[in-house]
């Protein structure tokens, strides 16, 4: 049995807030589309989908805590099956999750995922060669 909080790296009594954030950066991380599609990747980014789904529903919530992940006997893990809704790959969708995550207000750093910080490392990293190969000339001209 997968502990949802587990795969979401929160506690039992994380916030809203913190399912959310935690949701965010892992879906990020695993998502198929950013790992050329490893099946390992879709494996953990489902995990993090279902413990979503799951966790972040008030109801469905009070349902896992209690009835769901322990039985009322023997304190037990119960066996169930998810199956991912039939608008899974719309709402999940890498697009989705960058445009959701881009008007969160959160922007810049590691978390910028744009396409033009993308272009900017490209750029730095050019830079950065080309600096690079500039001294190594220089020492070979003045050996």
């Known amino acids: 049995m997968i502990d949802h ?3 979401l790296g929160v506690g039992n009594t994380a916030s ?3 399912i959310k954030r935690s949701f965010r950066a892992l879906a990020l991380k695993y998502h198929p589309d950013r790992n050329k599609n490893s099946e390992e ?3 953990k980014f489902m995990q993090i989908v279902e413990a979503y789904e799951v966790l972040s529903d008030e109801q469905a919530r009070k349902k896992y805590d209690s009835i769901v992940y322990y039985s009322h006997y023997d304190k037990t893990p119960i066996q169930r099956q998810w ?3 039939a608008d899974f790959d719309r709402i999940y969708s890498y697009a989705e999750i960058k445009r959701a995550y881009r008007h969160a ?3 810049g750093g590691m978390w910028d995922i744009s ?3 993308s272009v900017g490392m ?3 990293t050019m830079i950065l060669f080309g600096c690079l ?3 190594v000339i220089f020492i070979m001209l003045l050996l």
Request: aromatic share 8%; hydrophobic share 40%; charged share 20%.
């Open 133 to 135: 190969a500039a001294i």
């Open 83 to 85: 199956t991912p809704p």
């Open 115 to 117: 396409e033009t910080a």
């Open 41 to 43: 990747a879709k494996q």
């Open 5 to 7: 909080y587990k795969v």
């Open 16 to 18: 809203q807030t913190d």
């Open 105 to 107: 207000g959160i922007g």
């Open 122 to 124: 490209w750029k730095a």
